[in-house]
Structures are given as structure tokens and as C-alpha cells.
């Protein structure tokens, strides 16, 4: 048997536990994985929408001032490209 179960921290209580007992008592092991569902969608970011935007806009600034700039050649692209696709 597999399930997921998806509930709010806050819902975890004994009489929780004591049914989830219940529900595996007849298996000898059982594996338990606890996920924390991440607050945003794109699971790979950890600053929330506004954090983004100020993030980018701050980006968006400096690049105009010319400030945290990097820049190369067609050359140097071209070899940093081929070394990525090793």
C-alpha cells in the first residue's frame, strides 16, 4: 500500500497518529517522508514574488548605470560554450 496524505502542520495531533498507527499496524516496516510544501510555485526559488521584482528591478537599475556588468567577446562565448556541452 502507497498514499500520500497532504495536511497542515498544525493538523498533526495524537489522534492523528494513533489512525495513522491504526491504518499500518498490520505492516512490519513502513517509511515515513515528510516534504514541506514550498510556499511558491516554482520549486526552485526561495524569495517570494515581491523579493523577485525588487531583486530584478535592482538588476534592471545597475545594468543601466553600467554598474556589476560582464561582458566578453564572440570568441570567449563561443569557448565557454563548448565547454559546457562536455
Same mark, same amino acid.
Not at 21 to 27: A, F, H, Q, T, Y
Given at each position: 500500500m502507497?498514499?500520500?496524505?497532504?495536511?497542515? /502542520?498544525?493538523e498533526i495531533d495524537i489522534s492523528f497518529l494513533n489512525k495513522l498507527?491504526?491504518? *499500518?499496524?498490520?505492516?512490519d516496516d513502513i517509511e515515513i517522508t515528510i516534504n514541506p510544501k514550498r510556499q511558491y510555485?516554482?520549486?526552485f526559488c526561495f524569495e517570494s514574488p515581491v523579493e523577485m521584482r525588487s531583486r530584478i528591478d535592482n538588476?534592471?537599475?545597475e545594468a543601466e548605470k553600467g554598474l556589476? *556588468?560582464? !561582458?566578453? !567577446?564572440? /570568441?570567449?562565448?563561443?569557448i565557454f560554450c563548448k565547454s559546457r556541452l562536455k
Open positions: 502507497e498514499t500520500i496524505i497532504r495536511l497542515k /502542520a498544525s498507527k491504526i491504518l *499500518l499496524e498490520s505492516n510555485e516554482d520549486s538588476s534592471i537599475e556589476n *556588468l560582464i !561582458s566578453f !567577446s564572440k /570568441a570567449e562565448f563561443d
